[in-house]
């Protein structure tokens, strides 16, 4: 539980440099917050790594759901064209993170069988 916590915060941290980058155009003393932003997410993958998360169901989730996060709220925040297209994209980033973490979740699972019938 503890390092999809961590996840969550990476993301969110991830997603809210970005879109301060965006705001950053008008606004300089937020490039602070990019990069504070940043420097944190990277801190928090990290440490979802070292909780034992995978590094391609901790990436891929992370990085989708940025993608995703930030589409969404730059749409909101900014007025950003959200299409349709850009929406299927979205629901098939969504797709695919779930794919890699099943994936994940069968290849754990047979090891920890594997180990068991080795043991």
Not at 6 to 15: K, P, Q
Not at 42 to 63: N, P, Q, S
């Amino acid at each position: 539980m503890r390092k999809w916590l961590l996840l969550a915060a990476a993301i969110l941290m991830e997603v809210t440099a970005t879109l301060s980058l965006r705001a950053a155009l008008d606004a300089p003393a937020l490039y602070a917050v990019v990069a504070a932003g940043y420097v944190g997410s990277f801190a928090a993958l990290g440490l979802v790594l070292r909780a034992g998360m995978g590094i391609g169901v901790a990436y891929g989730v992370w990085g989708a759901s940025g993608v995703a996060l930030t589409a969404v709220m730059a749409t909101l925040l900014f007025g950003d064209p959200l299409t349709v297209v850009m929406g299927v994209g979205i629901a098939l980033v969504i797709g695919g993170v779930l794919c890699v973490e099943l994936g994940a979740q069968a290849a754990a699972r047979r090891a920890r069988e594997a180990e068991r019938a080795g043991a």
